[in-house]
């Protein structure tokens, strides 16, 4: 469980930022916001903390605009402003922006690229709606290629078509290939082999990239984070590096 305080500032790192926006790089193991058993230390907090008495304006509060896992890494988007807010979730909801994420998986992948075409089961559906009309199944859709490959992992390039809860992770342990280091799907033996071997002591998948019109004048926007040094430690450790 996170402590409320002190914030450490060294841990928000801003890739970009505006009058309208902020592109953060999100460490892992920091909760986007509060929920069960995360009291203080979130990206909110921190966001929040930075800007200060100019964190709220025209009773709009700086806000991330999308969600990332908590074990995930990578850009995450917050918006500065009310209008920025509106466009973002209306990207976020119809347009999509293009996401790329990278992601270590078990095993090797039976050619360089394909397409997870699978639809995932709605994830915050509740009991009684799934009692009434049964689980309720919705579309998604995952590009992946092959970065790299060795006799016992692949390093993969994801972009998603479609912004399920856990999709990439979901993706890719139904078609047999499942995230190194994911406690909720992954396969634990492997998982503890790695940690021994390569010292992964968290989630493989990382937010790496994101393209997005700006919410001022829709102008292409590109912010791009590399891996984290824990992560680059594991491929060279796994000879992926």
């Known amino acids: 469980v996170w402590t409320a305080m002190p914030l450490d500032p060294s841990r928000l790192v801003i890739l970009l930022e505006d009058d309208w926006m902020m592109a953060v790089d999100k460490p892992s193991g920091m ?27 025209n009773d709009f509060t700086a806000s991330p605009a999308h969600r990332l896992d908590r074990e995930t890494s990578g850009v995450i988007l917050v918006a500065k ?21 990278l992601t270590l998986v078990k095993g090797k992948m039976p ?18 709606s799934k009692s ?32 399920r809860t856990h999709q990439i992770r979901r993706h890719l342990v139904a078609v047999g290939h499942p995230v190194v280091g994911d406690k909720k799907y992954g396969d634990f033996a492997l998982n503890r082999d790695v940690r021994a071997r390569w010292g992964l002591k968290r989630l493989f998948l990382h937010a790496e ?13 590109v912010v791009e984070t590399p891996l984290p040094p824990e992560l680059t430690d594991v491929l060279k450790r796994a000879a992926l590096l």
């Open 209 to 221: 990239r994101i393209e997005f019109p700006h919410p001022e004048d829709g102008r292409k926007v």
């Open 31 to 57: 909760a986007v916001h509060t929920g069960s058993g995360i009291t203080g230390g979130t990206l909110v907090d921190y966001v929040r903390d930075y800007l200060g008495p100019k964190a709220t304006r």
């Open 81 to 101: 402003r009310r209008p920025a807010m509106v466009h973002f979730t209306e990207i976020f909801t119809n347009g999509h922006p293009k996401k790329r994420y």
């Open 111 to 128: 050619k360089d690229s394909g397409v997870i075409d699978l639809p995932l089961a709605e994830h915050q559906q509740t009991a009684e």
């Open 132 to 163: 009434r009309r049964g689980v309720n199944m919705q579309a998604a859709v995952t590009r992946w290629k092959v970065v790299r490959q060795s006799s016992e992992a692949a390093l993969l390039s994801c972009t998603i078509e479609t912004g």
